[in-house]
């Protein structure tokens, strides 16, 4: 069954218009949201769209999450990152419904990326924070990632321990947090990413991205919707060589939650 | 009118990497008597009117909501810089 693609979604290389790979998983809905300086919504929603499933756009200023069975805060400058990155953007009205819908029995999944992990830490929805990279640099660069917690919602199509890469790109990608709260990630297995082949920005304990401890909340910085399509992907991949461009490692972020909600 | 100050700074076992590289910068420009440097902010809230106690509160409710991050910052400030009547 075709999609119906507009003119601006036509893709250049992957086949949308192809039935997905499984028909279940078309059924799940993806809702990405848009803040005012959110850059990366586009390329999650691609994302969605080609491991798969059915992306939703989602309007921060909404009240409505429009039954979407999972939600991605995507990557960008929301506000511009006045204050601090991610700080007004919690209070959007729809970070309201995205919050208790996380927190509730029905445990929404909520995947949050580089701009989207600091909304999350900002909405005490993930603990610690983001401060500024240690070399005070905008980083930008392909970044080996090890799966530590191949059991969340959006990473259970991993194995535990493999290395992948996809690109990194921020200023304040620093992870930060109290020893206590250090402690405690590492004793509930809740350090979900860890950088590999030296840590880019300083970040505790070398954490590129954690989850909640039900697994249905994961933030990270580096850039999985990225490396989702060969010709528009990472140079590397954790599987081995590839071709320019051609590294797809983070695709199966997005396979991992469309598989776990069609379970 | 009157105006309520707040001043946010990161938390001491926070490194601050821009206080780093303000005090590596100092020496370069031939002030070297200082030995650390770490970076706040400061906000000025202004009022129409007085500066009562339920304003103020507001200002302490706002710096802890918003203007700071109890994760890596500390409100150490929040005092009415000036009142005109």
């Known amino acids: 069954m075709a999609q119906n693609l507009t003119a601006e979604q036509t893709p250049l290389i992957a086949d949308l218009s192809q039935p997905a790979p499984i028909a279940a998983l078309q059924d799940v809905r993806v809702g990405v949201v848009t803040f005012p300086g959110t850059l990366d919504d586009r390329d999650a929603m691609r994302a969605v769209e080609i491991a798969g499933g059915?992306?939703?756009?989602?309007?921060?200023?909404?009240?409505?999450?429009?039954n979407v069975d999972a939600v991605i805060l995507p990557g960008g400058f929301s506000y511009g990152d006045y204050l601090?990155?991610?700080?007004?953007?919690?209070?959007?009205p729809l970070m309201d419904k995205i919050i208790d819908a996380a927190?509730?029995?029905?445990?929404?999944?909520?995947?949050?990326?580089?701009?989207?992990?600091?909304?999350?830490?900002?909405?005490?929805?993930l603990p610690?924070?983001?401060?500024?990279?240690?070399?005070?640099?905008?980083?930008?660069?392909?970044?080996?990632?090890?799966?530590?917690?191949?059991?969340?919602?959006?990473?259970?199509?991993?194995?535990?321990?493999?290395?992948?890469?996809?690109?990194?790109?921020?200023?304040?990608?620093?992870?930060v947090a109290d020893q206590r709260t250090l402690d405690e990630l590492g004793a509930e297995n809740r350090v979900a990413f860890r950088y590999v082949g030296g840590n880019p920005n300083g970040s505790r304990n070398d954490i590129a991205g954690i989850t909640n401890a039900r697994g249905n909340?994961?933030?990270?910085?580096?850039?999985?919707?990225h490396a989702v399509e060969p010709?528009?992907?990472?140079?590397?991949?954790?599987?081995?060589?590839?071709?320019?461009?051609?590294?797809?490692?983070?695709?199966?972020?997005?396979v991992s939650l469309l598989e776990r909600l069609t379970r | 009118?009157?105006?309520?100050?707040?001043?946010?700074?990161?938390?001491?076992?926070?490194?601050?990497?821009q206080g780093k590289a303000i005090a590596n910068e100092l020496p370069r420009i031939g002030l070297?008597?200082?030995?650390?440097?770490?970076?706040?902010?400061?906000?000025?809230?202004?009022?129409?009117?007085?500066?009562?106690?339920?304003?103020?509160?507001?200002?302490?409710?706002?710096?802890?909501?918003?203007?700071?991050?109890?994760?890596?910052?500390?409100?150490?400030?929040?005092?009415?810089?000036?009142q005109e009547n």
């Open chain 1, 103 to 125: 927190n509730s029995d029905a445990a929404l999944p909520v995947l949050g990326i580089c701009n989207g992990f600091q909304v999350l830490t900002e909405s005490h929805l």
């Open chain 1, 84 to 92: 601090r990155a991610g700080a007004i953007a919690r209070f959007a």
């Open chain 1, 54 to 66: 059915t992306a939703v756009p989602l309007w921060y200023a909404d009240e409505n999450l429009q």
């Open chain 2, 1 to 17: 009118m009157a105006r309520i100050v707040v001043d946010v700074m990161p938390k001491p076992e926070i490194l601050d990497p």
């Open chain 1, 217 to 225: 909340v994961v933030g990270l910085m580096p850039h999985p919707e």
């Open chain 2, 32 to 82: 070297d008597g200082f030995s650390e440097v770490r970076q706040g902010r400061r906000f000025e809230l202004t009022v129409d009117g007085e500066a009562t106690d339920e304003v103020l509160a507001q200002a302490r409710e706002a710096a802890e909501k918003l203007l700071s991050n109890p994760v890596i910052e500390d409100v150490v400030n929040v005092s009415v810089l000036d």
């Open chain 1, 231 to 254: 010709g528009f992907g990472a140079d590397f991949s954790g599987a081995g060589d590839v071709d320019m461009r051609h590294g797809t490692d983070g695709l199966d972020i997005f």
């Open chain 1, 128 to 175: 610690g924070s983001m401060i500024k990279n240690e070399q005070l640099k905008f980083i930008c660069r392909d970044q080996g990632l090890r799966i530590e917690n191949a059991e969340t919602a959006w990473t259970a199509r991993y194995e535990q321990g493999q290395t992948i890469v996809v690109p990194l790109k921020n200023q304040d990608g620093q992870y």
